[in-house]
């Protein structure tokens, strides 16, 4: 961490309450005092499981899509593999990572690499969105999808990643974070 | 928008039940029926307005970026200015992003431009963030922080940028999101 980022006087917070839970976070309220005020307010954190997701290259040098319904917009959307680390331990994002490339696409890959992660939203989330690189990504499962889901895969020219951003074509802003770990990763 | 992605089969839903009124976002949650299927489950949106961040670079190529307390991650992040769209109208995005620029950093700047949006999350939200960039960005104004804001400003080299996120020190998703587009814009 750069700049002098210490993480001193951060803002006490108490009387912890769990206003809803639902299967993705709860929603989660605490009485928070600003460093050095006097005063207390109430402040919210959706309190989340980490986030993983996957960059899958073939040895084409397609990127694997996928199209989805997303109930927050209403809309299909066009994204990358991924999902809810529900795995625990030290390796719990690259297990998911694999699991949900698998469930969601029947692809798996013999080559794995973390390219970083991002914060979900920390002005609300408590969690962090790992993205893994899968090299050599190929068919070899059948889908399993939740009840819930109905994924449609699209294989596209990993040169295009670029332009599909520009363009709105992919605009889930937690999949446009983790392609732009993957052009740094490999275009600088 | 591409690969045949039509807005059609879209998920029915109904019952619309707002479970909590926050300063950020409603939750609510909605009795949702996926596509060809017979069975309801309860899924959950987090309706907000939209977000709006700046990409602010001055005359000596620096880029603005700021310090602050994020309740989320009950952490100080390295973000870019940015904030609640509040406004209305079609200008609504573009205006907030030059108030919020002056409200935190006392910045302003002569030239803008809409780099693009993302959506904030599609799986539970059901916004879009924009980002603006702001050239010739200097100090004109005084700040003018929210009773719970508090924010340090720091210039960086622009050049920076890309080292800043592959090193972790700016990893806010909608931050590395809009810095995307703006690298995009600059280096493709």
């Keep these: 961490m750069e700049f002098g980022n210490p993480q001193e006087n951060l803002w006490p917070r108490k009387n912890r309450r769990v206003l809803n839970d639902t299967p993705i976070f709860k929603l989660v309220s605490h009485d928070v005092s600003p ?23 073939t040895d084409k040098d397609e990127i694997l899509l996928i199209r989805q319904y997303r109930h927050g917009l209403h809309e299909y959307c066009i994204e990358i593999p991924g999902g809810i680390v529900d795995e625990e331990g030290e390796d719990a994002p690259l297990v998911s990572a694999k699991r949900e490339l698998i469930e969601e696409t029947g692809y798996t890959a013999p080559e794995w690499k973390l390219l970083g992660k991002v914060s979900g939203n920390p002005a609300v989330f ?6 893994y690189l899968a090299l050599g990504a190929s068919k070899t499962d059948n889908v399993d999808f939740d009840e819930a889901e109905d994924i449609e895969i699209i294989l596209v020219p990993k040169d295009r990643i670029i332009e599909l951003i520009r363009n709105g074509t992919i605009h889930h802003s937690m999949m446009v974070s983790a392609l732009s770990l993957y052009l740094i990763h490999e275009k600088f």
Tied chains: 1, 2.
């Excluded at 402040?43 to 997701?53: A, I």
């Excluded at 408590?126 to 993205?131: D, I, L, Q």
């Design 126 to 131: 408590n969690n962090y969105s790992y993205t």
């Design 35 to 57: 460093f050095g005020k006097d005063f207390t307010k109430p402040f919210y954190v959706l309190e989340s499981k980490s986030w993983v997701n996957v960059v899958a290259i």
